[in-house]
């Protein structure tokens, strides 16, 4: 869509400010809870500006992402349902805002925390599914909290340090690379390690 892709160009257009990094932590927060542009075209943007700041970067990003998940949390434990356990303007506006997050997603994601809580919370913070899909839904569920944020600060850590460790080491070289293939990579990535998870506690 075209609002998207301006939208996109807007968030590219903070690497050449110099408040930058702030940008990035602001974007990365409020992705967490409702923004549809993710931080990883910025994140890219300004490490291969300044590539001795990617670590710094990637830092900034990770932990604005996990202030706006917690954010994203709160917001679903407190405000989603009503009294009577109907959903609130506040959840109405997400069903018809945030694409793919409808009524029926939300109560699968309720099944599906019940069996993989950490796993299913890493999947969505280092994978391309929007992040704060499940970061609403954790609190409306009433996920554990800590074990959410346990979840986030690894998943979401993980995917913003890969970006910058790998634009820090390949510089331009890899930036087409990542645009083309990151994505599958997270997903070939998580696949194993979820799968991982699945076998120990098979095994236990």
Known sequence: MAWIRRLYDWVLSWADSPYGMQAL???????????????????????????????????????????????????????????????????TFFFGTIPGFSQELYHELGHRFETWGFEIIFVAGFTPIPYKVFTVSA????????????ASVVARSARFFAVAALIWWFGEPIRQFIDRYFNLLAIAFTILLVGGFVVVKLLL
Request: glycine share 14%; net charge negative.
């Open 25 to 91: 932590f602001v974007l990365a927060l409020v992705e967490s809870v409702f923004f549809p542009v993710p931080p990883d075209a910025l994140l890219i943007a300004l490490v291969l500006g300044s590539r001795s700041r990617a670590f710094y970067l990637a830092l900034a990003c990770a932990v604005g992402s996990l202030i706006g998940g917690a954010a994203g949390y709160g917001l679903g434990y407190f405000l989603w349902l009503g009294t009577g356990g109907e959903f609130t303007s506040l959840a």
């Open 139 to 150: 609190g409306a569920f009433d996920v554990d909290f800590l074990r959410f944020m346990f």
